[in-house]
């Protein structure tokens, strides 16, 4: 069956580490996202990208980065781990391309990262 | 700024209750509304509605979009311990791509 995996499920690192997060589907999506969800905040967009070679910054991308190099796969980067950035990530797919895609995305079980 | 609120943020309620959560939404250019259920772990899909007036049924869950008042409203009848989780209300500014704006959801506990 498709699906949208995500590792670690769990990470636990020190300020100032970098810090790759990995997501991956199967379902041959073109569209990926990823977003923090917080006590208080609920689901913030970090990253997105709409297709190969395609990254664009979401409402709390600063310190965080990704790269798009095939279709399956989008790690997002923690630079510069801060304390501020301890959280649950979550990794988001949707299908079609460019008019043609849905607005309904499936999402990846989560990481919890804690930075120390 | 676009804005999702959702409300009330926490409820309670017994097996068999029905329950009614809202989402109001101020969006430039509004495309699409989602209801998501997310229990320990990942959001769950649940509804998309694009079209004021036009519910979107599941068993016992139901939800209804006007876009004139700008909110929507998920329905759960019969409610069982089951349903207890975060509900979350997402939408689409058409002139943000195909990101979701999300609210912050409604906790729904059901006891016994």
């Known amino acids: 069956d498709a699906e949208i995996t995500q590792s670690p499920r769990h990470k636990i690192t020190e300020t100032g580490r970098q810090v790759t997060l990995a997501c991956h589907q199967t379902w041959n999506h073109n569209n990926m996202f990823w977003y923090r969800q917080d006590l208080g905040h609920g689901l913030r967009l970090i990253h997105y990208?709409?297709?190969?070679?395609?990254?664009n910054k979401g409402e709390v991308s600063d310190g965080y980065s990704v790269s798009r190099s095939n279709t399956e796969d989008l790690p997002l980067t923690l630079e510069s781990a801060a304390s501020s950035q301890t959280s649950v990530y979550f990794c988001a797919s949707s299908a079609g391309t460019g008019s043609t895609s849905t607005d309904t995305q499936y999402f990846g079980p989560g990481t919890r990262l804690t930075v120390l | 700024e676009d804005k999702v609120v959702q409300s009330p943020l926490s409820l309670v309620v017994h097996e068999g209750d029905t329950v009614t959560l809202n989402c109001s939404y101020e969006v430039t250019n509004f495309r699409s509304l989602l209801w998501y259920k997310q229990e320990k772990k990942a959001p769950t899909f649940l509804f998309m509605l694009t079209s004021s007036g036009i519910e979107k049924k599941s068993g016992r869950l139901s939800s209804i979009l006007d876009k004139k008042e700008l909110f929507s409203i998920l329905n759960i009848t019969a409610t069982q311990t089951g349903d207890s989780a975060i509900y979350l209300c997402?939408?689409?500014?058409?002139?943000?791509?195909?990101?979701?704006?999300f609210g912050k959801g409604t906790s729904l506990l059901v006891t016994p």
């Open positions: 990208s709409y297709g190969v070679q395609d990254t």
């Open positions: 997402a939408v689409v500014n058409s002139n943000s791509g195909y990101a979701l704006n």
